[in-house]
């Protein structure tokens, strides 16, 4: 079973923020962020592997609570290059087997 | 340094008919793993392939093979041919945590 995301679909305005959360019915080991915009390959934000962890990507960062299997996305001050497509990602332990959430579409408006 | 690079990029194929996608890593990336995405949806997970084994495999019929080449280079190959295997097909490699992908070979059936 895939990671659910929520929520699926977001608007903002410039200089907003959001959350992006992703839950796994499953234990979560390593979370992985990445961005894709309509065309384009998923590009790679961030991973983490610790529960607890946080980290920083600019104006982008996230949290992983391994307790609660659950990661969030923290974009502050959004800008208009953040638009795009959202995806968590982890991998299933012991089988190799990469899963990707479900997806939340961000669209930052001027 | 190159990324992924994946070829051909764009493909059209008759229903029946066989295809090979081909995905060089970057360099010095032992780990090469294949994705489809339908348009709308997430990535799917095909195959994870590290030193030439197939390492995971995703719920794909036997239609679906891949084999990875001692450069570590890969092959997705896909036989008989279905118009639900119209996709973008994503090819990522990695070294130690997070992937990176490559632009795609987008597969159209007809």
């Known amino acids: 079973q895939q990671p659910v995301q929520s929520p699926q679909a977001v608007i903002l305005r410039e200089g907003e923020d959001a959350v992006i959360n992703c839950s796994s019915s499953?234990?979560?080991?390593?979370v992985h962020w990445y961005r894709q915009k309509h065309g384009e390959a998923p590009v790679f934000l961030m991973i983490l592997l610790k529960g607890g962890e946080q980290k920083g990507h600019e104006k982008i960062s996230a949290s992983f609570n391994e307790k609660k299997q659950q990661s969030s996305l923290y974009l502050t001050a959004s800008q208009l290059s953040y638009s795009g497509t959202y995806f968590c990602g982890t991998e299933e332990p012991g089988t190799y087997k990469y899963i990707f959430g479900t997806g939340t579409r961000l669209k930052v408006l001027a | 340094d190159a990324g992924v690079t994946q070829s051909p990029t764009h493909l059209i194929k008759t229903r029946g008919q066989h295809v090979t996608l081909r995905c060089s890593p970057i360099?010095?990336?032992?780990?090469v793993s294949w994705y489809q995405q339908v348009l709308g949806q997430g990535p799917q997970f095909i195959f994870q392939y590290y030193e030439k084994e197939e390492r995971g495999r995703g719920n794909f019929p036997d239609r679906f093979s891949a084999r990875q080449f001692p450069n570590y280079s890969s092959e997705l190959n896909v036989n008989a041919l279905l118009l639900g295997d119209s996709a973008l097909y994503l090819c990522?490699?990695?070294?130690?945590?997070?992937?990176?992908f490559g632009s795609g070979t987008r597969l159209t059936v007809v």
């Open positions: 499953k234990a979560l080991y390593s």
């Open positions: 360099s010095g990336h032992k780990s």
């Open positions: 990522a490699s990695s070294y130690i945590s997070g992937y990176t």
